[in-house]
């Protein structure tokens, strides 16, 4: 431990992941340790102060209970002056409702300073700077219609800078990871506002009762009884958008009336009825792409319908006595959180307020991903990339189509590698003898350009045939540029002679992730992707139900796949994970120092020269001539790249180098300065010999310059895994540097 000990910053995956709060950008690390002091608020509820609607709020036992039903509250402490300070707030949300809640700062004049109004149960965090002038007074502040339980409170002063790096990708949510679970995990949304508040934002027709407190299928009183007074009774909400293709879900149980109707007012209206007496689907009609009723109990059904829009419209629910019949003015049923949210099958509910609600990897999250095999999470750091189709999961929809005319695409057949049911299953019926073709309908092929290379990749698991073949043989891939894969054991693959690469990547459960890569060496423009099932290496005799699973489909431009990017709709694109420089000016280096680095690295993109993991710098207002130490891979051929520990002096630069390395392997690497020369160890052994940096001025840039970590300073040239990363401000000796590289 002693070597640990020694070391100025720390940051373990296994460490940092798991500690995602709604300070989501936050990669937190072990150390520097952040010094707090002790509590600033008191615990003393005489102490509190309420304010605005001050019959809304109240404080028991440090306990504070939120009820605004339209005005603002507030409760607030005197805590002294906190000008200018950094402040660490913690605060938990419990039996939450709706409305949003923040922590503000009050100025002698006016204005505030505080956290950005959140909402939803949970615990949460905050760093923040107290804006000038503050008055001394600290709230705790609801919104207008906040409802919910605020507890364990915490405002505590850093005496220390905040050592932790932050994160963002620009505010979108195609982003995925491998969670702990070992499951694919995206970023979700309900697109509905006040999901289980049903007289707010939702409005009526017919002007059907609507009754909460009613018992709901999870055990509590949020459910809600809606009555039929006139024919055609329903409520209904206009969302900001709906997405090409949705799935809108709602818990539902009979009352005196026995069905629900789910509808989405659209281009062609989608339109599914619900018998709740078994959760059988009673009627459909417009463009439906899959209809569920899951049972939880004492009646109580999750009805949810899929379907595809050319544009948004409103969402109606309606309670209903018979199957495709809205007529009728009396009968009940009860209803409980509602949910629209993009893509082809319900996920988890996600309860909002007055704005939508987010879950799963959020956006700017960091993303910790977990190996397939099992062991510690890695940081994610991947450059911008786009799934250039523009289906990955709806291999019925609009893109996709049967080259042989005997393939049938069965919707939400299977769990997919995320967990849940939506996953195709494509089925060769019985007038096919000689392999069936899947393929991108030749309107909507995705573009390639000469010179590139791309990724082809998928998840297919095995049903009645266990062998798949992708293929992109063309004039502009070459005429053998496809590969088939054998979904069993650990999984196989045999290549064409064009393919320049190919991997299969056992995800579990029988899933496998195939890629295959090719390069456009003559006419530019739209290129074919094809799908065959094959059974034992010959090409699959159907029968109209044998098939094989398949999930999550990428195209994108690269020498090797990515994370998965899920497409509904339109090619969808994922922002660079952007990963904020740390200030290394008050970690007291000498002239000596360590850098560790535990991760795996990549290449971004033909043309890109090299892929910068990590850099060291003692002047960042210039990146390209800053004085800097550096480690970087390059030289990538035939997946393998050469890795190279250099210091830049002054435009002058000198380094050590391993080659051979193998792209996208893990890899744990040492460089070692001691003053004069330079060490680097790699996987156990020395990367090259030592040697004395020289410029003719200095001799060498001393680690008592660096100001800055950074692992984005070249966005362009970024793509690793970064499973720990360690500084020490001294010379580690070759023994030490073996020990810690070793695999």
């Known amino acids: 431990m002693a070597l640990y000990d020694d070391a100025k910053f720390i940051f373990l995956g296994s460490a940092a992941a798991g500690?995602?709060?709604?300070?989501?950008?936050?990669?937190?690390?072990?150390?520097?340790?952040?010094?707090?002091?002790?509590?600033?608020?008191?615990?003393?509820?005489?102490?509190?102060?309420?304010?605005?609607?001050?019959?809304?709020?109240?404080?028991?036992?440090?306990?504070?209970?939120?009820?605004?039903?339209?005005?603002?509250?507030?409760?607030?402490?005197?805590?002294?002056?906190?000008?200018?300070?950094?402040?660490?707030?913690?605060?938990?949300?419990?039996?939450?409702?709706?409305?949003?809640?923040?922590?503000?700062?009050?100025?002698?004049?006016?204005?505030?300073?505080?956290?950005?109004?959140?909402?939803?149960?949970?615990?949460?965090?905050?760093?923040?700077?107290v804006g000038t002038n503050h008055n001394g007074n600290t709230a705790v502040s609801g919104g207008p219609t906040f409802k919910g339980v605020i507890s364990n409170i915490s405002i505590k002063e850093a005496t220390t800078p905040n050592a932790d790096f932050t994160i963002s990708r620009d505010a979108n949510l195609d982003a995925t990871r491998v969670g702990p679970t070992g499951l694919i995990e995206k970023g979700r949304e309900n697109l509905l506002l006040q999901s289980n508040a049903f007289t707010t934002t939702w409005t009526t027709s017919n002007s059907p009762n609507i009754t909460s407190g009613q018992p709901g299928y999870d055990g509590s009183l949020n459910a809600w009884k809606i009555e039929l007074t006139a024919n055609f009774g329903q409520i209904e909400q206009t969302p900001s958008s709906v997405p090409t293709i949705s799935t809108l879900s709602i818990f539902a149980k009979a009352g005196t009336a026995g069905f629900v109707r789910l509808r989405i007012d659209a281009d062609t209206n989608a339109i599914a009825d619900f018998d709740l007496s078994d959760g059988s689907v009673a009627h459909t009609s417009g463009n439906i792409i899959?209809?569920?009723?899951?049972?939880?109990?004492?009646?109580?059904?999750?009805?949810?319908?899929?379907?595809?829009?050319?544009?948004?419209?409103?969402?109606?629910?309606?309670?209903?006595?018979?199957?495709?019949?809205?007529?009728?003015?009396?009968?009940?049923?009860?209803?409980?959180?509602?949910?629209?949210?993009?893509?082809?099958?319900?996920?988890?509910?996600i309860t909002t307020g007055t704005s939508t609600g987010l879950a799963g990897l959020k956006e700017d999250e960091p993303r910790f991903d977990y190996p397939l095999a099992g062991g510690a999470p890695s940081l994610l750091i991947e450059p911008e990339r786009a799934n250039l189709i523009t289906v990955s999961e709806y291999f019925g929809g609009s893109g996709w189509t049967d080259s042989s005319s005997g393939v049938t695409v069965v919707n939400n057949d299977a769990v997919s590698p995320e967990g849940i049911k939506n996953a195709a299953k494509l089925v060769i019926d019985n007038t096919i003898s000689s392999g069936a073709e899947f393929r991108v309908d030749t309107s909507l092929n995705p573009s390639v350009t000469n010179g590139k290379p791309y990724a082809f990749s998928v998840f297919a698991k095995a049903a009645e045939f266990n062998q798949i073949q992708l293929d992109v043989s063309n004039v502009k891939f070459g005429a053998n540029c496809h590969v088939t894969a054998t979904l069993t054991g650990d999984g196989s693959i045999t290549a064409g002679s064009d393919v320049t690469s190919s991997s299969i990547e056992n995800y579990g459960n029988g899933w496998y992730r195939i890629t295959m890569v090719g390069t456009v060496t003559g006419s530019t423009g739209a290129t074919a992707l094809i799908f065959r099932?094959?059974?034992?290496?010959?090409?699959?005799?159907?029968?109209?139900?044998?098939?094989?699973?398949?999930?999550?489909?990428?195209?994108?431009?690269?020498?090797?796949?990515?994370?998965?990017?899920?497409?509904?709709?339109?090619?969808?694109?994922?922002?660079t994970d952007n990963v904020s420089a740390l200030d290394t000016s008050g970690f007291s280096f000498g002239t000596t120092c360590t850098i560790f680095f535990e991760g795996s690295i990549g290449q971004f993109n033909p043309g890109a020269s090299s892929t910068i993991p990590i850099t060291m710098f003692a002047s960042h207002s210039s990146p390209n001539n800053a004085e800097r130490y550096v480690l970087f891979a390059s030289s990538f051929s035939s997946g393998t790249y050469t890795l190279t520990s250099r210091h830049d002096h002054n435009g002058n630069t000198v380094g050590v180098s391993k080659s051979g390395l193998t792209e996208g392997a893990r890899v744990k690497v040492a460089a070692v300065f001691n003053g004069t020369s330079q060490k680097f160890f790699v996987n156990g052994s020395s990367g090259g010999s030592g040697f004395t940096p020289s410029d003719g001025t200095n001799t060498h840039v001393a680690a008592s310059l660096f100001e800055s970590l950074d692992l984005s300073a070249y966005p362009a040239n970024k793509n690793q895994t970064v499973g720990s990363l360690i500084l020490w401000g001294s010379a580690l000796t070759d023994q030490q540097c073996i020990d810690l590289t070793t695999l």
């Open 19 to 129: 500690l995602e709060t709604k300070d989501a950008s936050k990669i937190y690390n072990v150390k520097p340790v952040e010094v707090l002091t002790s509590e600033i608020i008191t615990s003393n509820d005489s102490d509190w102060t309420e304010s605005g609607d001050t019959s809304a709020v109240s404080v028991s036992n440090g306990v504070i209970t939120f009820n605004n039903t339209g005005s603002n509250s507030a409760i607030f402490q005197n805590t002294g002056n906190l000008s200018g300070k950094t402040i660490v707030v913690r605060f938990t949300i419990s039996d939450y409702q709706e409305g949003t809640v923040g922590f503000s700062f009050f100025a002698v004049n006016s204005g505030t300073s505080g956290t950005n109004q959140v909402q939803g149960n949970g615990n949460y965090s905050f760093t923040l700077t």
């Open 290 to 349: 899959a209809t569920t009723a899951d049972s939880f109990g004492d009646g109580w059904f999750r009805v949810q319908m899929t379907s595809t829009t050319a544009s948004g419209g409103t969402v109606r629910i309606y309670p209903a006595v018979a199957a495709n019949d809205l007529t009728g003015t009396s009968g009940f049923i009860y209803v409980q959180d509602s949910q629209l949210e993009v893509g082809i099958a319900a996920t988890d509910v």
């Open 533 to 575: 099932l094959q059974v034992d290496g010959i090409n699959g005799t159907g029968d109209g139900s044998k098939g094989i699973h398949v999930y999550g489909a990428q195209f994108e431009e690269g020498s090797r796949s990515t994370s998965y990017i899920p497409t509904h709709g339109t090619a969808a694109t994922r922002s």
